[in-house]
């Protein structure tokens, strides 16, 4: 199973929104509605910000959505703080009880 | 408040084998599904293995046959057995809480393994 794709990097000024995409294939993001996102910090473990496409766990403030079309999954972040600057990581079902991630976005708020 | 500590990694020489252990606290990792995911340096995340709370296991390609992911409900503890190691399973090894929408909300800090070629 080959990583989804999303963009090496992404920046944002501060207050800006940014997009960052997902692309997978008609097998796993096109065909579940079980695309997951993660934010990570140097040296941090990866924290769970969005799943099920667009659903938000507790805790994650509402600047943080997300969208499916297609084999296409995004995570948008609007109001871009300094603290937002990380690595992304989006992930999808693949069936068989798998999933995949994808290849990571590094976001920087210039 | 829930919690996931790994521990067991090391340097290790090729073919070697190794146990990583994630330690939970503040659940049951026998009512809840429990995943390994790896992180190789400088690269993006890799799912590992899935087990669930009827003992079913799951792996990923590059590693099933040579790992094995079980759990100690007594000792409230997840393990990996790692065996036939190679260099490109170097990584830190995180374990995870999956949720719904096969998803992950708790993550442990990562152990390191290093295997040596």
């Known amino acids: 199973q080959s990583a989804l794709t999303q963009p090496r990097s992404v920046s944002g000024s501060p207050g800006q929104s940014v997009t960052i995409s997902c692309t997978g294939t008609?097998?796993?993001?096109?065909?579940?509605?079980?695309v997951s996102w993660y934010q990570q910090h140097p040296g941090k473990a990866p924290k769970f910000i969005m799943y099920d496409v667009s659903k938000r766990p507790s805790g994650v403030p509402d600047r943080f959505s997300g969208s499916k079309s297609g084999n296409t999954a995004s995570l948008t972040i609007s109001g871009l703080q300094p603290e937002d600057e990380a690595e992304y990581y989006c992930c999808s079902y693949v069936g068989s009880y798998s999933v995949v991630f994808g290849g990571g976005t590094k976001l920087t708020v210039l | 408040e829930v919690q996931l500590v790994e521990s067991g990694g090391g340097l290790i020489q090729s073919g070697g084998s190794l146990r990583l252990s994630c330690a939970a606290s503040g659940f049951s990792v026998s009512g809840n599904y429990m995943s390994w995911v790896r992180q190789a340096p400088g690269k993006g995340l890799e799912w590992v293995s899935v087990?669930?709370?009827?003992?079913?296991?799951y792996y990923a390609d590059s590693v099933r046959g040579r790992f094995t992911i079980s759990i100690d409900n007594s000792k409230n503890t997840l393990y990996l057995q790692m065996n036939s190691l190679r260099a490109e399973d170097t990584a830190m090894y995180f374990c995870a809480r999956e949720v719904v929408g096969y998803s992950f909300d708790y993550w442990g800090q990562g152990t390191l393994v290093s295997v040596s070629s």
């Open positions: 087990v669930y709370s009827d003992n079913r296991a």
């Open positions: 008609s097998s796993d993001v096109g065909r579940y509605n079980y």
